[in-house]
Each structure stands twice: as C-alpha cells, then as structure tokens.
C-alpha cells in the first residue's frame, strides 16, 4: 500500500509539475502572443530602416544597416531636428504645467467655493470638452494674428490658447468632489486659506490624478501638428512634428532612413514620459472609475 501511495503522489506531483509549465489555456498565451508580435513589429521595423540607406530600405531588409551615423548626422545638423525638439519640449513643459496648475484651481473652484451661475459655467467647460480643437481654430487663428503673436511672439502663440484645459477642469472636479467634506471643515477650523487647503492636503491626495493628467497633456501638446503648422511662421521657431517635414526633400524624393529616425527620435520623450508615470496614470483612471 505503501508503495501505491507513494507512486500516486510522485504522479500527482509530475501532473502538478507539467501544469506549472504548461499553462492550463495555454491557447490564449500564444494568441496574446502573436497580437503582442503584430503591434510591435512596426516599431521594431522603423528602428530598423532608421539605420539603413535607401537601397537598403528598398531591399526590405529586416537586419541593421550601416547608416546610423549618416542618417544621424542628417537629421540632428542637416535638418536641425535637435531645435525642433527643444522648442517643443518647452512648449510642451509650460502648456502642461499650466494646464495642470490652472486644472487645480478649476477643480477647487467648482467644488469648494459658491458663485453665481457655478452650474452653468461648469455645463460650459462640459460644452467645450466635446468641441474639439479644430473647430475653433479658425477663430484662433484670426485672434492670434491680430495679436502680431505668430510673427513676433511664437511662444504666446503656441502656448496660450492651450492653458485652459476642459479635461483637466472635469477630472479635478470630479476627484475632489469625492474627497471627504470633513478635510474641508476642518482645514477651515484650523485658518487654511483655500491655497493651503490646496497645497497642503488636495495635492498629496491627488498625484495619481496629476500624474494621469499630465500623461496626456504631454503627449497631446508633444503631437500637436496643424496648429503650429498654421501659426508659426518662423522656421527656427517650429515645433518637432512639424519639423519632420524638412526630411522630405523639396523634389519629393523621400528619404526613409533620415525619416524614421527622425520619427523614432520624437516619439522618445513622450514614452519617457508614459514610463516614468505609468503607475500614476493606471491608477488615477483606476480611482476615477472606481469612483
């Protein structure tokens, strides 16, 4: 009996041990596997052709090429795509900062303070979140203009008209109308003032939120093509993704080799971004749709 006993467990234990290898829906593996392959390869395939010359990429070769350097050297001094960044990561950093600060404060505004008319200015920012850019930006363009910003004051120009943010407003609003009434009353029985209220008990309860927020702020002002391309009229003073347009030969002929780089370039800080806050965005639309 002894023996049975002993053989039964030693094949309990080989049968336990071939499902800790072999997943049990081991199908679905393999499924989210080959779907993890197709999203990928076209990243791993424009890494690859950044470092090819144009035979190479015509050959539709799938191993590195040898013109990393050239195509290096094309893009960062030939096309000055260095600049280009630059001016966009400080776009970039200021609308993001003051779309978050100004976010804040709509958020405190909206849920701790009376005001006339405070539902009504809120179903105005709800009107204006589904009111996409384009559609007003013909009206900004006139405004701009007649502002002399696009020709003197690029800066103005391409950050201003994004400080406000609808988003922003509603996601603060929404958080920090879930957020205990007691930490207000007594904030209020200490002297807080609505800024300390802010600084000193909102702000530590919101980073997820921050974080999700300035996740998509930066990756949307980062992206931004038509307006600049609209506003700007001084080259130097151009934003990155407008700036891809310089690879592109006046004749038409297209590069790819600079152009992917190029593109593989750009996308770098918003992924820096992305990974760097990843656990603050997951978490604050986490809290949001929990709540």
Known sequence: MSTLSAQAVDTQAAAVSRRSIIPQRWYIHVFLW?????LTFPVYYSVIVST???SEVYRYQFFPGMALADNWDFVMNTAQLGQYMINSAVVTV????GKTLLSLLAGLAFV???FPGKWIVFG???????????????????????FG??????????????????TGSFLFRQHFAN??????EAAQLDGAHPLQFLIYVLVPMSWNTIGALVVIQFVYVWNMYLWPALIVQSQANQVVQVGLRTLIGADQAVSYGPLML???????PPLIIFILLQKQFMSGFALTRDK
Not at 179 to 184: D, G, N, Q, T
């Open 34 to 38: 080959v779907v993890c392959l197709i």
């Open 94 to 97: 200021a609308v993001t900062v």
């Open 262 to 268: 190029g593109a593989v370039i750009a996308s770098i």
């Open 179 to 184: 957020i205990p009434a007691e930490l207000s």
């Open 149 to 166: 910003w696009g020709r003197d004051m690029p800066f103005l120009a391409l950050t201003v008209p994004f400080l406000a943010s609808a």
């Open 52 to 54: 090819q010359t144009s």
């Open 112 to 114: 701790y303070f009376r």
């Open 124 to 146: 105005f920012v709800l009107v204006t979140l589904m009111m996409p850019t384009e559609i007003l930006i013909l009206a900004l363009v006139r405004l701009v203009n007649s």
